[in-house]
């Protein structure tokens, strides 16, 4: 049955779900890759299509900013649409000068002092693991298709405009860039529902070089790593 958040029937998502943040790239994704794509939601305008990719039935669908946005529409995927797998794309920042602008990351583990878990379930943990079945599926995609792509920890931050302490979180979690939502999704996907969720990010700017994408190149230039989702995806 439909949700506040999300007007689609049940059959209308598939069991697999690529997330971006932005609901224009979600959009994007859909109208470049996906055959029959039916917009299936645009309640608050978190727009979610499903359609064909490679011939299997896969859902493209916005999560919003920040840790609370994705809690409600991934924790309404699994509970309520039985979504079996999540994969987020989005982008990050680099804490470190060897990562670089459009390097692709996939996310390992993710820290956070986000009391999102303990709010949600009483889970006081502050590192997360994405799911390694299925981010070996990933790896296992890059490698066919030749793709770079840098396996690490992240910080998920609740500030974007925040004034944490990179060194620190390199040294200490190995966290080497940043983004705001992967914790939430991987404690729901790990700690409520033990089903499977990763985050494949691009770097959109450097916190120590200052190199930056523009907002329509963070848009419209991921086109590898949606690629790359998407071709795992339908394994």
């Known amino acids: 049955m439909p949700t506040p958040h999300n007007k689609a029937q049940i059959g209308e998502i598939a069991k697999t779900v690529i997330m971006p943040g932005d609901p ?18 645009d309640v608050r305008g978190m727009n979610a299509y499903t359609g064909e990719y490679k011939g299997k039935t896969i859902t493209v669908m916005a999560h919003g900013m920040g840790i609370p946005s994705i809690g409600i529409y991934a924790y309404e995927l699994y509970n309520f649409y039985d979504v079996e797998r999540i994969i987020r794309v989005g982008s990050c920042g680099s804490y470190n000068k060897d990562i670089h ?17 303990k709010t949600q379930n ?19 995609t890059a490698e066919e298709k030749n793709v770079r792509i840098i396996k690490s920890n992240i910080h998920c931050t609740d500030a974007f405009y925040g004034n944490a302490n990179k060194e620190e979180l390199i040294e200490k979690y190995g966290a080497n860039v940043v ?16 089903r499977q969720a990763s985050c494949l990010l691009t770097v959109s700017d450097s916190l120590v070089t200052k190199e930056e994408l523009t907002a329509e190149e963070r848009q419209l ?6 690629e790359l989702a998407l071709d795992a995806a339908v394994k």
């Open 24 to 41: 224009l790239r979600a959009t994007f994704i859909a109208k470049t890759y996906l055959t029959n794509a039916k917009l299936v939601n």
């Open 101 to 117: 602008v459009r390097d692709i990351i996939l996310v390992d583990k993710a820290y956070s002092e986000s009391t999102f878990p």
């Open 122 to 140: 009483g889970f006081t943990g502050n590192i997360i693991p994405s799911s390694s079945e299925l981010n070996d599926l990933i790896i296992k």
């Open 179 to 194: 983004e705001m939502e992967s914790f939430g999704l991987f404690h729901l996907a790990q700690n409520v529902f033990h």
């Open 221 to 226: 230039s991921f086109n590898t790593m949606l």
